[in-house]
Antibody, heavy 126, light 109 residues
Framework: VKLVESGGGVVQPGRSLTLSCEGS????????MHWVRQAPGRGLEWVAI????????YYADSVRGRFTISRDNSKNTLYLHLDNLKPEDTGVFHC????????????????????WGPGTTVIVSS | QSVLTQPPSASGTPGQRVSISCSGN????????VNWYQHLPGMAPRLLVF???DRPSGVPDRFSGSKSGTSASLAINGLQAEDEADYYC???????????FGGGTKLTV
């Protein structure tokens, strides 16, 4: 069971970037998926969640309207599109699998994220 | 400012028992389960305790979680040097419709 992120890099403020996360070793299409980030010297910050079928998405207030989570179950891949990047978006972005299969919407219980990728680093700087 | 409140640091000597607290409100801890993570620098976070007090396969039973009202605790028994890490609590928040994390507690052994 494995998750591997890619797509990080150095980008100027105001620009865009798309991160990818490929899952393997499990039925990717049966799990809700999350993005979690960590800014330098700061703690973990939850970014977004997408349901197993991709129909329902929720975001942290700090990124709503700028970041878009999506998935392609035919490719076992999760995405995070980052728009209008700010210096405070700098950090390591991890994708993570929801601990309960078939997470569909906010009323389903959340029992943690049990599989994490190593992360991909985004640096927003001019 | 994190939604869940944790002490920034904790410490103990090998063999001791250490407890890390996590405080929230009715829309997160009060109404949902609390999950605990261990995070070593440069590595992926690791789920330690989930649901009420379940542990994923491979997590030793030295780690245990508890909840009372809008607060929760992670206890580590028989502290070992390898337990030195950052620890985070997290919970679903019904009002925010998302996951909220604590600010993290740096454990020194």
């Amino acid at each position: 069971v494995k998750l591997v992120e890619s797509g990080g890099g150095v980008v100027q403020p105001g620009r865009s970037l798309t991160l990818s996360c490929e899952g393997s070793g499990f039925n990717f299409n049966q799990y809700g998926m999350h993005w979690v980030r960590q800014a330098p010297g700061r703690g973990l910050e939850w970014v977004a969640i997408i349901s197993y079928h991709g129909n329902n998405k929720y975001y942290a207030d700090s990124v709503r309207g700028r970041f878009t989570i999506s998935r392609d179950n035919s490719k076992n891949t999760l995405y995070l599109h980052l728009d209008n990047l700010k210096p405070e978006d700098t950090g390591v972005f991890h994708c993570a699998r929801d601990g309960t299969d078939f997470w569909a919407d906010y009323y389903n219980p959340h029992y943690g994220t049990d599989v994490w990728g190593p992360g991909t680093t985004v640096i927003v700087s001019s | 400012q994190s939604v869940l409140t944790q002490p920034p640091s904790a410490s103990g000597t090998p063999g001791q028992r250490v407890s890390i607290s996590c405080s929230g409100n009715e829309s997160n801890i009060g109404d949902n389960t609390v999950n605990w993570y261990q995070h070593l620098p440069g590595m992926a976070p690791r789920l330690l305790v989930f649901k009420y007090n379940d542990r994923p396969s491979g997590v030793p039973d030295r780690f245990s979680g508890s909840k009372s009202g809008t607060s929760a605790s992670l206890a580590i028994n028989g502290l070992q040097a390898e337990d030195e890490a950052d620890y985070y609590c997290a919970s679903w928040d019904d009002s925010l419709k998302g996951v909220v994390f604590g600010g993290g507690t740096k454990l020194t052994v």
